[in-house]
């Protein structure tokens, strides 16, 4: 339940991975994080935007970068409602005005399926919370602030392989002491098989070792066919996590690349 203000999209997976261990390896191919240069610690100052009552806060990230665009991101669950968290947004960002402005509502609500996102543009950033029932009188949800003035919005999708043809949609960087992590969500219109026979001789040729693999299943049969690989490859100082799967509905394959550099 994560809504960018640009085109990031949801972060509902594309395609069910059924064999348990393969979700559990995909979570983690997400979760590795990403070093070069910081992506929001410049020479501007980031706002501060304050917990939500009654909840507790962890930080997905404080130096991102989706699609181009520098990012920080929050997760919470809170012992308040719903209700509650947008208000207290909405009378925050109401009387955090510099110089004040009485009578003026500054933050944006707006409805979103069983969410309510709650935002403001202030400067070169905005910031959004996104918020939504976890029960009676509890909530859950996320605070991110993204830089948008200044700034180009691109998918670059280089230094992660995928097979010829196919098409990057999403790119996710991350750093965290140290590693770099670049997630690049490819769609092919090649096979499952296809593809991962591509990466089979690509990074064998390149030096890349298999690590680990799980396969899932379209059905619990033997004889099913497999509809999503997970694998894990390394080389030297250099991990390289793959996730791909077969989305049949609209007849494609797809990868989640997610290269971690130390």
Wanted: charge should be positive; include cysteine; aromatic fraction near 8%.
């Amino acid at each position: 339940m994560f809504t960018l203000p640009f085109p990031f999209g949801s972060r509902r997976p594309l395609f069910a991975l059924r064999a348990p261990a393969c979700l559990a390896l995909l979570a983690f191919a997400g979760s590795a994080a990403l070093a070069q240069a910081s992506f929001t610690r410049g020479s501007t100052p980031w706002p501060d935007i304050p917990t939500p009552p009654k909840a507790k806060v962890q930080w997905v990230s404080d130096d991102m970068r989706v699609n181009g665009i520098p990012m920080r991101v929050q997760t919470f669950n809170s012992e308040a409602s719903k209700e509650e968290v947008v208000a207290y947004y909405t009378a925050y960002w109401k009387t955090a005005q510099t110089p004040p402005q009485p009578g003026k509502t500054v933050a944006a609500v707006t409805p979103k399926g069983d969410d309510t996102l709650v935002a403001r543009a202030h400067g070169p950033f905005y910031s959004m919370v996104q918020v939504r029932s976890a029960g009676p009188g509890r909530s859950s949800g996320t605070i991110s602030t993204s830089q948008l003035l200044g700034v180009d919005p691109k998918i670059d999708s280089s230094g992660v392989p995928a097979p010829s043809g196919a098409t990057a949609v999403n790119v996710v960087e991350a750093i965290d002491n140290g590693k770099r992590n670049k997630q690049v969500l490819f769609i092919s219109r090649d096979s499952l098989d296809s593809v991962s026979g591509y990466y089979q001789r690509s990074l064998a040729r390149d030096g890349w070792a298999l690590l680990q693999e799980q396969v899932g299943k379209s059905d619990k049969t033997d004889d099913a066919p497999t509809s999503a690989l997970v694998r894990m490859y390394g080389r030297d100082k250099q991990q390289l996590d793959l996730a791909m799967g077969v989305d049949a509905s609209n007849g494609v394959t797809v990868i989640n690349a997610n290269l971690i550099s130390y």
